[in-house]
């Protein structure tokens, strides 16, 4: 299983998601976009985990919920990774509790980091992928894309809980949910 934990950011946001994302594939036509019912904001991936380590998994997330209290974002503006001539990923601006997110992140790093489960980057900087380039040198439609998002603003969403996601055929599935401020069930809502 290609797990990874994460929050998601409601309709409202997916909807205006939906509505500006044809008007920037227009801009950057050879980049790999990311479907709008697929966003969401990466605290940790785990990669390839056996089926049979589900359980530990969703016992380490369970006790993260309880001590962190649902929390507002905000989306707008973006930016790119890679040079700003040829971006490699657009992503799309996130604002409000970031820090109340970060450390939700590095508790999620901190309870699976004993099963083995290293974070990929030290640092979290909370962001919305849209887009990637296709080629690894990065692709210059993007840079036309930073631009269009500059003055965009997608709105406001609350985050009440972290999922456990399995990536299957290009779909995000949900394996567990932990509710945020909440005392869990013993190994999360387990969904599969």
Not at 29 to 43: G, I, S
Not at 86 to 114: N, S
Not at 171 to 187: D, I, M, N, T, W
Request: charged share 25%.
């Amino acid at each position: 299983m290609r797990l990874f934990v994460a929050v998601t950011l409601g309709e409202a946001i997916e909807s205006r998601a939906t509505a500006a994302i044809p008007r920037l594939k227009g801009l950057a036509r050879h980049a790999r976009w990311v479907p709008p019912t697929n966003l969401h904001l990466t605290l940790h991936f785990l990669g390839e985990v056996e089926a049979e380590r589900l359980p530990e998994v969703k016992e380490a997330l369970a006790p993260v919920g309880p001590v962190h209290e649902p929390l507002t974002l905000t989306v707008e503006g973006g930016g790119c990774f890679g040079a700003p001539s040829h971006p490699r990923v657009l992503w799309a601006g996130v604002g409000g509790d970031t820090k109340a997110l970060g450390a939700l992140q590095a508790d999620v790093v901190d309870v699976l980091r004993p099963l083995g489960f290293e974070p990929e980057h030290r640092d979290y900087a909370a962001h919305l992928t849209l887009a990637r380039s296709k080629v690894p040198r990065g692709d210059r439609e993007l840079a036309e894309c930073v631009r269009a998002l500059r003055d965009e603003k997608w709105g406001e969403t609350r985050v009440d809980r972290l999922i456990l996601f399995e990536s299957l055929g290009g779909k995000y599935h949900p394996r567990a949910e932990f509710p945020l401020g909440q005392v869990p069930s013993p190994s999360g809502r387990g969904l599969g």
